[in-house]
């Protein structure tokens, strides 16, 4: 065995590991008799009939995977220990070459080295948000979203149909047999010719009219051809929003309309304190990032990048797209797709070294209470009752994320107590 060594940083070291023939020979031979066990030879007894004859009923890819774990496996520690190695984690293998006839068999291990962390000064950090105040239009407008969902639809009366109105309309090309098809659509929100034509429609008219259909048109017989239409419509109706009363804010089990305003109040502003701590969050990371000196092993943010983009291709795939159509539709190659999630991947790596060592150094230490608060924030997040989320976490074997992420929050309230933060108006706000 012959290993070439190459520093790749402080913390990552990768071997060139080249095994000699005989040991090549040794491992295809190990693998031979492994899998000859499981081929059942007619006069044989399992695994003692003579190679050349089981060579032909075992599968090349099985015996070659067979054969590269045995040879990896053995001369793995070997490399490592011979160059004084102490891994942090598990080392990243990738072979390189093996092939049997030339009894030739060469892999590459990236050797995970404990990480460097020096932190700057974390305990005069600064950074700039608004102020968080809440003001009377930002009430007014969550009202009005609040009489959005309470709101009842009408028949309309009297006049045609306008923008925001639900029509039902029939539509039948008139060269076409049978009844035409029916939708439910918004006026003003369909596509240009069809908003055209049944605006200051009334219910149960009917108007002749060309329509150009989308390309991505949900009937896919019609999509992208202009055809000839005959428009029927079925129905009307508009939404009807409740009086802005105290009954309405009754319905909302508030005691009257003042004491709605106040809790929505209370509610604009605490959404607007923890999105504007993250915004101060990501100064503060940026901050030390730039005070401390950090190298991390490849194979940690390596991992969290190759993760990332196999959870985009599933994803994508579920939809019919590749990852190269998923990064051309960011208006990026794949190359450029890869080197950003490798990016971001390394810059989260190194902001939770830092975080983990300002939790330590600090003495910092997790409540129930933080996990609950956690708990409770992330199934906001997810859109999950907090027990299904806990259950979901601990049959995932996942339960360190919800502890780091309220390590994370731990720390950060830390940092920002010890910051000095410097609030800026509205006005100031692009500058």
């Known amino acids: ?77 070997k490399a490592i220990e011979a160059e004084g190695l102490s891994p942090y984690s598990a080392p990243a293998v990738e072979l390189r070459k093996l092939n049997e006839e030339q009894s030739e068999c060469e892999f590459i291990l990236k050797v995970p080295l404990e990480p460097k962390v020096e ?42 149909a306008e923008d925001g109105d639900v029509a039902v309309v029939n539509i039948k090309p008139t060269q076409a047999e049978g009844d035409g098809r029916t939708f439910a659509v918004v006026v003003g929100q369909t596509f240009p010719e069809l908003d055209e034509a049944v605006r200051g429609m009334a219910t149960d008219g009917v108007k002749v009219c060309g329509l150009t259909f989308p390309a991505n048109f949900q009937e896919s017989d019609w999509a992208g051809q202009t055809l000839e239409c005959q428009l ?21 089990d508030k005691e009257n309309l003042e004491q709605l305003r106040e809790d929505l109040r209370q509610q604009i502003a605490k959404a607007k304190e923890e999105f ?36 985009i291709a599933e994803e994508q795939a579920k939809q019919g797209r590749t990852l190269e159509q998923y990064a051309a539709q960011q208006n990026m190659t794949l190359e450029s797709l890869v080197e950003a999630q490798r990016n971001e991947a390394k810059l989260h790596v190194i902001r939770a070294l830092m975080v983990r060592r300002i939790f330590e150094a600090e003495g910092l230490k997790l409540t129930n209470e933080d996990l609950n608060l956690e708990l409770l924030r992330m199934s906001q997040e997810y859109g999950m009752r907090p027990e299904d989320l806990l259950k979901a976490l601990r049959q995932a074997n996942a339960l360190n994320e919800l502890q780091f992420r309220a390590v994370f929050e731990k720390v950060m309230q830390y940092l920002r107590e010890q910051s000095e933060i410097v609030e800026y108006g509205e006005s100031q706000q692009s500058s």
């Not at 009307?236 to 802005?244: A, D, F, I, S, V």
């Not at 990501?282 to 990332?308: C, G, Y």
């Open 276 to 311: 504007y701590n993250s915004y101060v969050n990501e100064q503060l990371l940026e901050m030390l990032r730039e005070r401390s000196q950090i190298e991390v092993p490849d194979t940690m943010w390596e991992q969290v990048a190759n993760q990332r983009l196999r959870e």
């Open 119 to 160: 932190l700057g000064d974390y305990k005069s950090l600064s950074a700039r948000r608004p102020p968080i105040a809440v003001s009377e239009e930002d009430i007014d407008r969550q009202l009005e979203t609040l009489r959005q969902r309470r709101a009842t639809r009408e028949p309309v009366e009297g006049r045609g």
């Open 232 to 252: 029927t419509m079925r129905s009307l109706t508009h939404p009807k929003l409740p009086e802005l009363d105290d009954a309405f804010a009754q319905s909302l």
């Open 1 to 77: 065995m012959k290993t070439v060594r190459e520093d790749l940083n402080p913390c990552t070291v990768q071997l060139t590991v080249t095994c000699e023939p005989e040991e090549v020979e040794a491992g295809f031979e190990r693998a031979y008799r492994k899998l000859s066990k499981k081929i059942k030879v007619p006069g044989f007894r399992p695994g003692k009939a003579p190679r050349d004859v089981v060579r032909g009923l075992i599968p090349k890819d099985d015996l070659y995977n067979e054969a590269a774990e045995t040879i990896v496996r053995a001369h793995f520690g």
